[in-house]
């Protein structure tokens, strides 16, 4: 039987992180793997009780992994999360993330995907969380259009399911500080040709808590993205010339 593990990085999630765990516990529990499957949350240096609300819930729910490391943002806590998973046996590492914005539901048609395919991701059709953020993603869309001449449908979304294997080939390119770990991940994927699934997904408005994201490190993160990208693309390239 395939294990699964559930990645979920987690900031100062307080006021959802209970429910989002009573949302995705019993999906570990149904994909149990023999026993092997886990939920592991990554609280990615917290200020606030989201440590203290995990470590409760271990308690009473064996299957949850509660870890903690110093604040590094989304992307160096889900890294963290992947290589944990991997390092622990995992066949395959499903993401989302703890604000809510994703439904249990609709995962069991990934699951069932996941032999066809090294990656299953959602694509955030009709999303609900603004049109900055689907302008963001339309731009970054073309950015890595540019930067890396492969087509993505949806780079960021925190809803894919990965075989491990895949994933952890892909992870030997990535810095563990990496900002835009899935970004990267959805482009080597691409550039490698591996089979990659989108299904469209519901994304609802954050359903509590505050978003740490405006405008402002929105565009310092792009900037970013830039100069990571093209470090990432020769890189990328040089990988490539080895093999």
């Not at 259009?145 to 895949?166: G, K, Q, W």
Request: hydrophobic residues 35%; contains cysteine.
């Amino acid at each position: 039987m395939d294990s699964l593990y559930i990645v979920i990085p987690a900031y100062n999630e307080e006021e959802t992180i209970h429910k989002v765990l009573d949302q995705w516990y019993p999906i570990v529990e149904k994909y149990d793997g023999g026993g092997r499957s886990r939920l592991v949350v990554v609280d990615d240096g917290s200020r606030d009780n989201t440590h203290e609300i995990l470590t409760s819930y271990a308690r009473e729910n064996p299957l949850l992994v509660p870890l903690t490391k110093e604040n590094g943002g989304h992307g160096a806590a889900i890294l963290y999360g992947y290589r944990y998973s991997i390092e622990h046996g995992a066949d395959y590492i499903f993401q989302t993330d703890s604000d809510g914005q994703t439904l249990p539901e609709e995962f069991g048609q990934f699951w069932q995907r996941r032999k066809a395919y090294e990656m299953v991701i959602g694509h955030r059709k009709g999303r609900q969380d603004g049109a900055s953020r689907v302008f963001v993603t339309k731009m970054l869309r073309l950015v890595i259009r540019i930067c890396f001449h492969v087509t993505v449908t949806d780079a960021n979304t925190p809803y894919r399911l990965m075989r491990s294997e895949a994933l952890d080939a892909s992870l030997e390119l990535i810095p563990e500080s990496f900002n835009l770990s899935n970004v990267m991940i959805s482009v080597i994927f691409a550039k490698k040709q591996l089979p990659v699934r989108y299904i469209p997904i519901t994304f609802r408005p954050r359903q509590g808590g505050v978003n740490s994201i405006n405008l402002k490190k929105i565009c310092k993160i792009g900037r970013q993205a830039v100069r990571d990208f093209r470090e990432m693309n020769r890189k990328l390239a040089g990988a490539a010339e080895k093999d």
